[in-house]
Protein backbone atom coordinates (compact mmCIF):
# COMPACT_ATOMS: atom_id res chain seq x y z
CA UNK A 1 0.00 0.00 0.00
CA UNK A 2 1.74 3.39 -1.32
CA UNK A 3 0.98 6.63 0.59
CA UNK A 4 -1.16 8.83 -1.33
CA UNK A 5 1.55 11.44 -1.95
CA UNK A 6 3.31 8.58 -3.29
CA UNK A 7 0.52 7.84 -5.98
CA UNK A 8 -0.10 11.38 -6.78
CA UNK A 9 0.68 12.37 -10.31
CA UNK A 10 1.81 15.92 -11.94
CA UNK A 11 -1.08 17.41 -14.24
CA UNK A 12 0.78 17.33 -17.97
CA UNK A 13 -1.54 20.10 -19.74
CA UNK A 14 -2.97 23.35 -18.68
CA UNK A 15 -6.90 21.72 -18.46
CA UNK A 16 -5.20 19.22 -16.32
CA UNK A 17 -3.80 22.02 -14.30
CA UNK A 18 -7.04 24.05 -14.16
CA UNK A 19 -8.57 20.46 -13.03
CA UNK A 20 -6.38 20.01 -10.00
CA UNK A 21 -7.51 23.95 -8.85
CA UNK A 22 -10.88 23.27 -9.08
CA UNK A 23 -12.98 23.54 -6.11
CA UNK A 24 -14.97 20.24 -6.03
CA UNK A 25 -18.39 19.50 -4.14
CA UNK A 26 -18.11 16.86 -1.54
CA UNK A 27 -21.17 15.14 -0.17
CA UNK A 28 -20.56 13.21 3.08
CA UNK A 29 -23.03 10.77 4.57
CA UNK A 30 -22.74 10.26 8.24
CA UNK A 31 -25.41 7.66 9.76
CA UNK A 32 -24.60 9.31 13.38
CA UNK A 33 -25.77 12.49 15.16
CA UNK A 34 -23.53 14.25 14.21
CA UNK A 35 -21.93 16.92 16.04
CA UNK A 36 -21.51 14.90 18.96
CA UNK A 37 -18.26 15.44 21.63
CA UNK A 38 -16.61 12.11 21.20
CA UNK A 39 -14.56 9.58 18.58
CA UNK A 40 -15.56 9.16 14.37
CA UNK A 41 -17.63 12.89 15.53
CA UNK A 42 -14.06 14.38 15.89
CA UNK A 43 -12.83 13.00 12.48
CA UNK A 44 -15.53 14.53 10.60
CA UNK A 45 -15.57 17.34 11.86
CA UNK A 46 -12.22 18.36 11.25
CA UNK A 47 -11.79 16.68 7.65
CA UNK A 48 -14.28 19.02 6.99
CA UNK A 49 -12.73 21.74 8.59
CA UNK A 50 -9.74 21.21 6.90
CA UNK A 51 -11.21 20.80 3.07
CA UNK A 52 -13.24 23.61 3.77
CA UNK A 53 -9.86 25.58 4.11
CA UNK A 54 -8.87 24.21 1.28
CA UNK A 55 -11.85 25.87 -0.70
CA UNK A 56 -14.12 22.99 -1.44
CA UNK A 57 -17.45 22.67 -0.74
CA UNK A 58 -19.05 20.16 2.09
CA UNK A 59 -22.41 18.62 2.69
CA UNK A 60 -23.09 16.15 5.10
CA UNK A 61 -26.46 14.21 5.48
CA UNK A 62 -27.06 12.91 9.17
CA UNK A 63 -29.24 12.03 11.37
CA UNK A 64 -32.07 14.53 12.79
CA UNK A 65 -30.14 14.27 16.45
CA UNK A 66 -26.79 15.94 16.80
CA UNK A 67 -25.48 19.60 17.40
CA UNK A 68 -25.20 22.33 14.57
CA UNK A 69 -21.66 23.61 14.10
CA UNK A 70 -21.38 27.34 12.35
CA UNK A 71 -20.18 27.19 9.46
CA UNK A 72 -20.80 23.63 8.50
CA UNK A 73 -23.38 22.37 6.06
CA UNK A 74 -25.37 20.09 7.48
CA UNK A 75 -28.95 18.26 6.17
CA UNK A 76 -30.51 16.71 8.73
CA UNK A 77 -33.12 13.59 8.52
CA UNK A 78 -36.59 14.32 9.44
CA UNK A 79 -37.31 12.52 13.08
CA UNK A 80 -38.92 9.24 12.96
CA UNK A 81 -42.51 9.53 14.29
CA UNK A 82 -41.96 6.02 17.12
CA UNK A 83 -38.68 6.63 18.53
CA UNK A 84 -37.25 10.39 19.24
CA UNK A 85 -33.81 9.45 20.94
CA UNK A 86 -31.00 7.70 19.95
CA UNK A 87 -28.69 5.28 21.56
CA UNK A 88 -24.81 5.04 20.90
CA UNK A 89 -23.68 1.93 19.40
CA UNK A 90 -25.01 -1.27 17.56
CA UNK A 91 -29.51 -0.89 17.43
CA UNK A 92 -32.09 -2.54 15.54
CA UNK A 93 -33.46 0.97 15.81
CA UNK A 94 -30.98 2.22 13.31
CA UNK A 95 -32.16 0.45 10.08
CA UNK A 96 -35.19 2.95 10.58
CA UNK A 97 -32.24 5.65 11.12
CA UNK A 98 -30.27 4.75 8.05
CA UNK A 99 -33.21 3.93 5.52
CA UNK A 100 -34.65 8.11 6.33
CA UNK A 101 -30.74 8.85 5.75
CA UNK A 102 -30.68 7.28 2.50
CA UNK A 103 -33.88 9.56 1.16
CA UNK A 104 -32.48 12.11 2.83
CA UNK A 105 -28.87 11.77 1.28
CA UNK A 106 -31.06 11.32 -2.24
CA UNK A 107 -32.66 14.43 -2.78
CA UNK A 108 -29.57 16.14 -1.07
CA UNK A 109 -27.29 14.50 -3.87
CA UNK A 110 -29.67 15.35 -6.70
CA UNK A 111 -29.82 19.14 -5.84
CA UNK A 112 -25.88 19.80 -4.84
CA UNK A 113 -24.83 17.30 -8.02
CA UNK A 114 -21.75 16.10 -5.56
CA UNK A 115 -18.23 15.42 -7.31
CA UNK A 116 -17.58 12.71 -5.28
CA UNK A 117 -19.58 11.19 -2.04
CA UNK A 118 -17.46 10.42 0.97
CA UNK A 119 -19.40 7.25 2.85
CA UNK A 120 -18.37 7.75 7.29
CA UNK A 121 -18.42 4.05 8.72
CA UNK A 122 -20.48 1.13 6.75
CA UNK A 123 -24.19 2.44 6.31
CA UNK A 124 -22.65 5.61 5.23
CA UNK A 125 -20.55 3.33 2.80
CA UNK A 126 -23.18 1.42 1.63
CA UNK A 127 -25.65 4.61 1.23
CA UNK A 128 -22.99 6.12 -0.35
CA UNK A 129 -22.40 3.58 -2.66
CA UNK A 130 -26.06 3.27 -4.25
CA UNK A 131 -25.64 6.80 -4.50
CA UNK A 132 -22.37 7.04 -6.45
CA UNK A 133 -23.51 4.31 -8.72
CA UNK A 134 -26.70 6.00 -9.71
CA UNK A 135 -24.29 9.70 -10.07
CA UNK A 136 -21.93 7.79 -11.65
CA UNK A 137 -19.45 9.68 -9.52
CA UNK A 138 -16.62 8.26 -7.30
CA UNK A 139 -17.23 6.89 -3.73
CA UNK A 140 -14.60 7.08 -0.95
CA UNK A 141 -14.72 5.10 2.46
CA UNK A 142 -13.97 6.55 5.90
CA UNK A 143 -13.33 3.01 7.49
CA UNK A 144 -13.09 3.41 11.60
CA UNK A 145 -12.83 -0.45 12.27
CA UNK A 146 -15.12 -3.27 11.49
CA UNK A 147 -18.54 -3.63 12.12
CA UNK A 148 -18.57 -6.93 12.97
CA UNK A 149 -15.99 -6.37 15.49
CA UNK A 150 -17.60 -3.26 16.83
CA UNK A 151 -21.36 -5.31 17.15
CA UNK A 152 -19.41 -8.03 19.26
CA UNK A 153 -17.62 -5.17 20.92
CA UNK A 154 -21.07 -3.37 22.10
CA UNK A 155 -22.46 -7.25 23.26
CA UNK A 156 -24.98 -6.73 19.87
CA UNK A 157 -23.25 -9.85 18.58
CA UNK A 158 -22.06 -13.23 19.48
CA UNK A 159 -18.90 -14.47 17.39
CA UNK A 160 -19.44 -17.65 14.96
CA UNK A 161 -23.53 -17.40 15.07
CA UNK A 162 -25.43 -17.39 11.94
CA UNK A 163 -26.56 -13.54 12.78
CA UNK A 164 -22.32 -12.96 13.11
CA UNK A 165 -21.82 -14.61 9.88
CA UNK A 166 -24.88 -12.74 7.73
CA UNK A 167 -22.83 -8.94 9.24
CA UNK A 168 -19.36 -10.28 8.29
CA UNK A 169 -20.68 -11.28 5.11
CA UNK A 170 -22.70 -7.91 4.82
CA UNK A 171 -19.22 -5.86 5.74
CA UNK A 172 -17.37 -8.04 3.23
CA UNK A 173 -19.42 -6.62 0.65
CA UNK A 174 -19.75 -3.03 1.74
CA UNK A 175 -15.90 -2.78 1.64
CA UNK A 176 -15.67 -3.67 -1.32
CA UNK A 177 -18.00 -0.91 -2.73
CA UNK A 178 -15.67 2.07 -2.78
CA UNK A 179 -12.95 3.23 -5.19
CA UNK A 180 -10.76 3.73 -2.15
CA UNK A 181 -11.05 3.49 1.44
CA UNK A 182 -9.31 5.60 4.37
CA UNK A 183 -8.01 4.11 7.18
CA UNK A 184 -7.40 5.29 10.60
CA UNK A 185 -5.09 3.09 11.45
CA UNK A 186 -2.20 0.08 9.59
CA UNK A 187 -4.02 -2.42 11.56
CA UNK A 188 -6.92 -1.31 10.12
CA UNK A 189 -5.55 -1.59 6.47
CA UNK A 190 -4.16 -5.14 7.01
CA UNK A 191 -7.90 -6.13 7.85
CA UNK A 192 -9.14 -4.75 4.60
CA UNK A 193 -6.45 -6.47 2.66
CA UNK A 194 -6.29 -9.62 4.56
CA UNK A 195 -10.34 -10.44 6.16
CA UNK A 196 -12.26 -8.82 3.80
CA UNK A 197 -10.26 -9.21 0.37
CA UNK A 198 -9.93 -5.42 -0.37
CA UNK A 199 -7.91 -5.08 -3.19
CA UNK A 200 -4.24 -3.21 -1.36
CA UNK A 201 -4.41 -0.19 -4.15
CA UNK A 202 -8.00 1.02 -2.96
CA UNK A 203 -6.26 1.04 0.80
CA UNK A 204 -5.15 4.26 2.02
CA UNK A 205 -3.64 4.55 5.40
CA UNK A 206 -5.06 8.24 6.86
CA UNK A 207 -4.41 7.79 10.52
CA UNK A 208 -6.24 10.26 12.88
CA UNK A 209 -4.84 13.86 13.55
CA UNK A 210 -5.50 16.77 15.56
CA UNK A 211 -5.45 20.38 15.57
CA UNK A 212 -2.28 21.18 17.34
CA UNK A 213 -3.40 24.68 18.17
CA UNK A 214 -6.61 24.26 19.89
CA UNK A 215 -5.23 21.44 21.61
CA UNK A 216 -2.00 23.09 23.03
CA UNK A 217 -1.11 23.36 26.87
CA UNK A 218 0.41 27.07 26.72
CA UNK A 219 -3.00 28.11 25.89
CA UNK A 220 -3.78 28.11 29.64
CA UNK A 221 -2.70 29.63 32.71
CA UNK A 222 -2.37 28.49 36.07
CA UNK A 223 -5.09 30.21 37.39
CA UNK A 224 -7.29 28.58 34.22
CA UNK A 225 -6.41 25.35 35.97
CA UNK A 226 -7.08 25.81 39.69
CA UNK A 227 -9.97 27.60 39.35
CA UNK A 228 -11.52 24.57 36.87
CA UNK A 229 -10.23 22.24 39.90
CA UNK A 230 -11.67 23.48 42.07
CA UNK A 231 -15.16 23.37 40.74
CA UNK A 232 -14.82 19.94 39.83
CA UNK A 233 -13.82 19.59 43.67
CA UNK A 234 -10.65 17.72 42.78
CA UNK A 235 -8.36 18.11 45.75
CA UNK A 236 -4.85 20.31 45.13
CA UNK A 237 -2.52 18.05 46.26
CA UNK A 238 -3.42 15.10 44.04
CA UNK A 239 -1.79 14.30 40.91
CA UNK A 240 -4.35 13.74 38.44
CA UNK A 241 -5.10 10.91 35.62
CA UNK A 242 -6.92 12.21 32.78
CA UNK A 243 -9.38 10.35 30.09
CA UNK A 244 -11.75 11.84 27.76
CA UNK A 245 -13.84 10.18 25.47
CA UNK A 246 -17.10 7.69 25.08
CA UNK A 247 -17.94 6.01 28.42
CA UNK A 248 -17.96 2.12 28.00
CA UNK A 249 -17.00 -1.36 29.02
CA UNK A 250 -14.89 -1.98 25.71
CA UNK A 251 -13.17 1.45 25.70
CA UNK A 252 -11.69 0.09 29.54
CA UNK A 253 -14.07 2.52 31.59
CA UNK A 254 -14.63 -0.21 34.61
CA UNK A 255 -10.58 -0.77 34.54
CA UNK A 256 -10.19 2.83 34.96
CA UNK A 257 -12.57 3.13 38.21
CA UNK A 258 -10.87 -0.55 39.03
CA UNK A 259 -7.48 0.84 39.10
CA UNK A 260 -8.12 3.39 40.98
CA UNK A 261 -9.57 1.00 43.59
CA UNK A 262 -6.27 -0.90 43.25
CA UNK A 263 -4.24 2.14 43.90
CA UNK A 264 -6.89 3.42 47.12
CA UNK A 265 -6.41 0.35 48.42
CA UNK A 266 -2.59 -0.18 48.92
CA UNK A 267 -2.38 3.20 50.41
CA UNK A 268 -1.73 5.16 47.01
CA UNK A 269 -3.22 8.47 46.51
CA UNK A 270 -3.84 10.05 43.09
CA UNK A 271 -7.24 11.32 41.35
CA UNK A 272 -8.99 9.78 38.24
CA UNK A 273 -10.70 12.67 35.99
CA UNK A 274 -13.07 10.74 33.60
CA UNK A 275 -14.54 12.73 30.98
CA UNK A 276 -17.17 11.66 28.57
CA UNK A 277 -20.76 9.63 28.34
CA UNK A 278 -23.12 7.78 28.13
CA UNK A 279 -23.88 5.80 31.25
CA UNK A 280 -22.18 8.49 33.80
CA UNK A 281 -24.83 7.34 36.65
CA UNK A 282 -23.92 3.73 35.62
CA UNK A 283 -20.00 4.85 36.30
CA UNK A 284 -20.33 6.61 39.51
CA UNK A 285 -22.47 3.60 40.72
CA UNK A 286 -19.94 1.34 39.84
CA UNK A 287 -17.04 4.02 41.80
CA UNK A 288 -19.21 3.69 45.21
CA UNK A 289 -19.33 0.09 44.86
CA UNK A 290 -15.19 0.09 44.88
CA UNK A 291 -15.51 2.58 47.40
CA UNK A 292 -13.11 4.81 45.54
CA UNK A 293 -16.53 7.94 44.49
CA UNK A 294 -13.76 10.75 46.15
CA UNK A 295 -11.28 9.84 44.05
CA UNK A 296 -13.17 9.46 40.79
CA UNK A 297 -14.82 12.13 39.10
CA UNK A 298 -17.27 11.68 36.49
CA UNK A 299 -17.65 14.55 34.51
CA UNK A 300 -20.57 13.98 31.80
CA UNK A 301 -20.28 15.53 28.73
CA UNK A 302 -17.54 17.69 27.68
CA UNK A 303 -17.91 19.91 25.32
CA UNK A 304 -15.16 19.64 22.33
CA UNK A 305 -14.72 23.78 22.31
CA UNK A 306 -13.84 23.11 26.02
CA UNK A 307 -12.09 19.79 26.26
CA UNK A 308 -8.65 21.06 26.17
CA UNK A 309 -9.07 22.50 29.29
CA UNK A 310 -10.42 19.67 30.95
CA UNK A 311 -7.58 18.08 29.74
CA UNK A 312 -4.86 20.30 30.63
CA UNK A 313 -5.63 19.54 34.52
CA UNK A 314 -4.16 15.55 34.03
CA UNK A 315 -0.47 15.12 35.02
CA UNK A 316 -1.23 11.65 33.04
CA UNK A 317 -3.32 10.92 30.62
CA UNK A 318 -4.81 6.83 29.80
CA UNK A 319 -6.34 5.10 27.50
CA UNK A 320 -7.61 1.31 28.43
CA UNK A 321 -9.50 0.96 24.95
CA UNK A 322 -9.40 -2.81 24.15
CA UNK A 323 -10.68 -2.53 20.89
CA UNK A 324 -9.02 -4.31 17.82
CA UNK A 325 -9.83 -2.67 15.15
CA UNK A 326 -11.20 0.69 15.94
CA UNK A 327 -8.86 3.83 16.06
CA UNK A 328 -7.82 5.43 19.18
CA UNK A 329 -8.09 9.61 18.37
CA UNK A 330 -8.14 10.22 21.59
CA UNK A 331 -4.70 9.68 22.19
CA UNK A 332 -4.02 12.19 20.23
CA UNK A 333 -5.88 15.25 22.10
CA UNK A 334 -3.15 13.90 24.73
CA UNK A 335 -0.29 14.50 22.41
CA UNK A 336 -0.70 17.23 21.83
CA UNK A 337 -1.61 18.29 25.17
CA UNK A 338 1.64 17.35 26.17
CA UNK A 339 0.64 14.51 28.90
CA UNK A 340 2.42 11.04 29.18
CA UNK A 341 0.42 8.32 28.01
CA UNK A 342 -0.88 4.81 30.05
CA UNK A 343 -2.12 2.57 27.58
CA UNK A 344 -2.92 -1.14 27.59
CA UNK A 345 -0.73 -2.88 24.94
CA UNK A 346 -2.50 -2.95 21.33
CA UNK A 347 -1.44 -2.82 17.90
CA UNK A 348 -3.32 0.51 17.50
CA UNK A 349 -1.89 2.32 20.29
CA UNK A 350 1.59 1.06 19.60
CA UNK A 351 0.62 2.68 16.54
CA UNK A 352 0.16 6.02 17.49
CA UNK A 353 2.72 6.06 20.55
CA UNK A 354 5.09 4.04 19.16
CA UNK A 355 8.23 3.41 21.73
CA UNK A 356 6.50 6.57 24.31
CA UNK A 357 3.49 5.00 25.69
CA UNK A 358 4.03 3.27 28.96
CA UNK A 359 2.19 0.18 28.45
CA UNK A 360 0.26 -2.54 30.33
CA UNK A 361 -0.94 -6.06 29.18
CA UNK A 362 -4.30 -5.48 27.85
CA UNK A 363 -7.03 -6.13 30.13
CA UNK A 364 -4.31 -6.20 33.12
CA UNK A 365 -5.83 -3.74 35.36
CA UNK A 366 -2.86 -4.09 38.18
CA UNK A 367 -0.27 -3.57 35.43
CA UNK A 368 -2.01 -0.78 34.49
CA UNK A 369 -2.63 0.77 37.87
CA UNK A 370 1.12 0.03 38.59
CA UNK A 371 2.01 1.75 35.32
CA UNK A 372 0.74 4.68 36.19
CA UNK A 373 1.94 5.34 39.72
CA UNK A 374 5.53 4.66 37.75
CA UNK A 375 4.93 7.89 36.19
CA UNK A 376 3.16 9.79 39.24
CA UNK A 377 6.28 8.63 41.21
CA UNK A 378 8.63 10.68 37.91
CA UNK A 379 7.67 14.22 37.57
CA UNK A 380 10.74 14.43 35.41
CA UNK A 381 10.05 11.45 33.31
CA UNK A 382 5.96 13.07 32.91
CA UNK A 383 7.38 16.21 31.19
CA UNK A 384 10.38 14.53 29.06
CA UNK A 385 7.42 12.22 27.43
CA UNK A 386 4.76 14.85 27.31
CA UNK A 387 7.27 16.80 25.36
CA UNK A 388 8.51 14.37 23.09
CA UNK A 389 4.50 12.81 22.23
CA UNK A 390 3.48 16.59 21.14
CA UNK A 391 6.52 17.02 18.84
CA UNK A 392 5.29 13.22 17.14
CA UNK A 393 1.52 14.84 17.13
CA UNK A 394 2.79 17.78 15.42
CA UNK A 395 5.31 16.25 12.99
CA UNK A 396 3.13 13.18 12.11
CA UNK A 397 -0.82 14.01 12.86
CA UNK A 398 -1.76 17.63 11.09
CA UNK A 399 -5.10 17.59 9.60
CA UNK A 400 -3.45 20.05 6.78
CA UNK A 401 -1.19 17.67 5.83
CA UNK A 402 -4.00 14.82 5.79
CA UNK A 403 -6.46 17.56 4.00
CA UNK A 404 -4.20 17.60 1.03
CA UNK A 405 -4.09 13.79 1.09
CA UNK A 406 -7.70 13.33 0.75
CA UNK A 407 -7.92 16.03 -1.67
CA UNK A 408 -5.37 14.17 -3.79
CA UNK A 409 -6.95 11.05 -3.59
CA UNK A 410 -10.08 12.75 -4.69
CA UNK A 411 -8.36 14.14 -7.68
CA UNK A 412 -7.38 11.07 -8.99
CA UNK A 413 -10.92 9.48 -9.13
CA UNK A 414 -12.70 12.38 -10.29
CA UNK A 415 -12.30 13.30 -14.12
Known amino acids: MLSLSEKQTKPTSSSAAAATTRPLRILMVTPTSFFADYGGHVRILEETLALQRLGHTVTIVTYYKGNDVPGLDIRRTAPLPYRTEYEVGSSRHKIAFDLYLFFKAWRVAWQIRPDIIHGHMHEGALIGGLLARALRVPLVFDFQGSLSAEMVDHNFLKPGGLPYRFVHRLEKFICRLPQATLTSSLRSSRLLAEQFTVPPEHIHPLPDCVDITRFDPARFTPTD????????????????????????DYQGTPHLIEAAAYLQQSGRQCHFLIMGFPHVERYRTLAQAYNVADTVTLTGKVPYETAPLFLSLGDIAVSAKMSKTEGSGKLLNYMAMAQPIVAYDTPVHREYLEDLGAYAPEGDVPALAEA????????????????????????????????????????????
Do not use: F, M, N
Request: charged residues 20%; without cysteine; glycine residues 4%.
Open 372 to 415: IWRLVQDPAHRTLLGQQLRQRAAAHYSWHTASEQIVALYRRLTP
Open 225 to 248: KESLRYHLGIPPDQPIVAYLGLLA
